[in-house]
């Protein structure tokens, strides 16, 4: 049990000072920022169409578990701003951010582990270079843009497939769905879901690097470094959500004690 909590321990120390490590690069280095775009467009087409269909069910689903229960109080005309406003407050960032890590993060992972195995990582700092600022940070900056966009693709696919369901499961018309979307969907609600979607976009880029660049024991190791990427992010990722839905609480709570 011990030796687990030191490994768990040392895991986390060890994330966090590849992070600094990171972010020094990126404020004191300089970029290669055509290496950065490429890196933002081949994540972002090669995940846009599993992370649309992923934000298309999400809404889809919450719509059909709303319209169960408001059904029986005559409110269904309030279907459409309920379902958007807990999708894009709490479900849908995450569950977005559950399919990029088993995409994203199982790639990046992968790709750098086997160049981490096959040398290809020592040969460029043999060759006098950093591999923090030629290989990591590029693909970093790539992996947190690209999921900030597709996690905000994803939510506005959740309104369409809310709307969809809604009208086929439940006779409400797309002009009724979107009704009440502006009175109950708060502009902090959509500002909750952007920040929760930025947490996890930085948590899913930095375990996904620090996993792969840090890969040891050939091929097994790759395939360790993976599972262990997709295991960590997606625990990581609970853990934040309730990080940030405590700390908004909390600053909420402050915000109405002043103005009170």
Excluded at 26 to 35: M, N, R
Excluded at 105 to 128: F, H, N, P, W
Excluded at 136 to 144: A, H, K, N, S
Excluded at 181 to 198: N, W, Y
């Amino acid at each position: 049990m011990m030796s687990l909590i030191i490994h768990v321990l040392d895991e986390i120390g060890g994330t966090l000072l590849f992070l600094k490590k990171i972010l020094h690069t990126v404020f004191v280095k300089k970029l290669k920022t055509h290496e950065i775009f490429v890196q933002i467009w081949k994540v972002s087409t090669e995940s846009f169409p599993t992370t649309a269909m992923a934000g298309f069910f999400v809404g889809a689903i919450m719509a059909v578990q709303f319209a169960m229960p408001i059904r029986e109080f005559g409110a269904l005309g309030f279907l459409g701003g309920l379902a958007t406003s807990a999708t894009f407050r709490e479900v849908g960032p995450m569950l977005i951010a559950f399919m990029l890590s088993g995409k994203v993060g199982a790639y990046t992972s992968a790709e750098l582990g086997t160049m981490k195995v096959t040398e290809q990582i020592d040969a460029v700092r043999c060759l006098g270079a950093d591999p923090i600022q030629e290989i990591i940070v590029p693909r970093f900056i790539g992996i947190v843009i690209s999921s900030i966009f597709l996690l905000a693709a994803g939510l506005m696919m959740s309104v369409f497939g809310g709307m969809a369901l809604s009208q086929a499961f439940a006779g409400v018309t797309p002009e009724e769905y979107i009704r009440h979307i502006p009175t109950i969907v708060h502009p902090l609600s959509i500002l909750s879901g952007m920040i929760k979607s930025m947490v996890f976009a930085v948590v899913l880029a930095t375990i996904c690097t620090y996993k792969g660049y840090t890969t040891t024991g050939g091929a097994k190791g790759v395939g360790r470094a993976v599972v262990a990427t997709a295991v960590t992010t997606m625990i990581c990722i609970v853990v934040m959500d309730w990080f940030t839905s405590f700390l908004g609480d909390v600053i909420l709570q402050l915000v109405r004690g002043y103005r009170s």
